[in-house]
């Protein structure tokens, strides 16, 4: 939070005292990278990074937004009444979306209202502020206005503004960890079926260190859409000799006996990467209720590895970030996290190494790349929720 309150900046700006505040976290995938849109499981958690916001009811049908990490863009105005995409809106479009897609199933939104709005999580860095500021609004919504949405509806409703609103063709894991997030613990998610497992994540000595490459990533980049295409094209291939709809379904045993049958190597490396990493998820969650953080941080690495090698979606940057933390002692693992070409990197780090951990890693990679990296410690924490307005003070 800024010097000056998120309570200060709504009073200044709307001449009124908030009524409710609220709280949705960013999100980090621990492990199970572009497994997701593969038919397997991801491995994200919550985290102690978010966006905040103060607000309160309006009499008409008025909705005005302020952000303070865009104070240029103003105070945004739109009516109920008129809730398209508007390019001019920016950043507002995610709540535009959302309240228009809660209406339009089926809640009644009786009047507009006014909210200030302030985030921590880093801009660009692929922690998932989109979907922060969509479950943001949806607690927002029920608290503001009784409306009882149950959470899974409102994940669902996130991800529907992500794709059809604005227009990014993304999955269910960012607005399913950000709104289920619990402290201490990941989420085992299979994103066909939503069927979820919490696995605790003890961490009294470690913290977890995100580290941004500053290298912006473009979600929608004509890469991603080709690794899904690659991923589509071994499935079709192994559909003709096993009956599966997705390569999340195949054992590592499996995809080792058939893969011979995909000839393009490009597209072997591809679907062996989107198997193998499923098992990795499966095995992290065992690893994590024996309590066994040392094979946890095995199992991140070997992701990285297979990332760069198989998927190649890592580039200089993050491969420095990660090869200069796996050198550094107190290290149990680290591998880039989300979907990579840039954004960051995650590892996990005894508490009594961080300082030393940040210092030696940021200059390698400053001497390297040629510009800093960002280093962030943060915390695993709640999924949205209201808040008290004593603590946006």
């Not at 976290?25 to 621990?30: E, F, K, M, S």
């Not at 008025?62 to 865009?70: A, I, K, P």
């Not at 390569?247 to 062996?272: C, M, N, P, Y």
Request: charged share 25%.
């Amino acid at each position: 939070m800024s010097e000056m309150t998120l309570n200060n900046i709504f009073i200044d700006l709307f001449h009124n005292m908030p009524e409710k505040a609220f709280f949705a976290p960013g999100r980090i995938n621990l492990i199970g990278e572009h497994t997701d849109y593969n038919g397997g499981h991801v491995f994200p958690c919550a985290i102690t990074y978010g966006t905040y916001a103060a607000a309160r009811r309006r009499e008409d049908k008025l909705v005005r937004l302020y952000s303070h990490n865009f104070p240029e863009k103003g105070i945004i105005e739109f009516s109920l009444n008129e809730l398209n995409f508007d390019g001019e809106h920016a950043w507002a479009n995610y709540p535009k979306g959302m309240i228009r897609y809660i209406i339009e199933a089926g809640y009644r939104i009786p009047a507009g209202f006014e909210c200030a709005i302030e985030g921590n999580i880093p801009n660009g860095a692929g922690l998932s502020s989109s979907a922060s500021i969509e479950l943001l609004t949806g607690v927002l919504m029920n608290g503001l206005f009784q409306l009882e949405i149950p959470r899974l509806e409102l994940i669902k409703i996130g991800k529907r503004v992500e794709n059809e609103f604005i227009g990014v063709n993304s999955g269910i894991m960012d607005q399913f960890a950000i709104c289920m997030g619990q402290k201490d613990a990941g989420i085992l998610l299979d994103c066909q079926t939503l069927k979820y497992e919490y696995a605790p994540i003890h961490l009294e000595n470690h913290k977890i260190i995100i580290m941004n490459t500053n290298k912006r990533r473009e979600l929608a980049d004509s890469k991603y859409n080709e690794r899904r295409s690659e991923c589509e094209a071994a499935l079709e291939v192994l559909q003709q000799k096993l009956p599966i709809e997705a390569l999340g379904q195949l054992s590592e045993q499996e995809f080792d006996e058939q893969q011979h049958f995909i000839k393009d190597e490009t597209v072997r490396k591809r679907a062996k990467h989107a198997v193998y990493e499923n098992v990795r998820t499966l095995k992290a969650l065992q690893a994590l209720r024996a309590g066994n953080l040392e094979e946890f941080g095995q199992l991140m690495n070997q992701s990285h590895i297979s990332l760069r090698d198989d998927y190649e979606v890592t580039g200089v940057e993050l491969d420095s970030l990660v090869a200069a933390a796996w050198n550094q002692p107190g290290v149990l693992g680290a591998r880039m996290t989300g979907a990579g070409f840039g954004g960051c990197a995650i590892a996990i780090v005894e508490n009594n190494e961080v300082k030393d951990f940040i210092a030696k890693v940021g200059a390698i990679y400053e001497e390297k790349i040629g510009y800093p990296a960002d280093f962030y410690v943060a915390s695993i924490g709640d999924g949205a929720k209201e808040i008290e307005l004593e603590a946006v003070k």
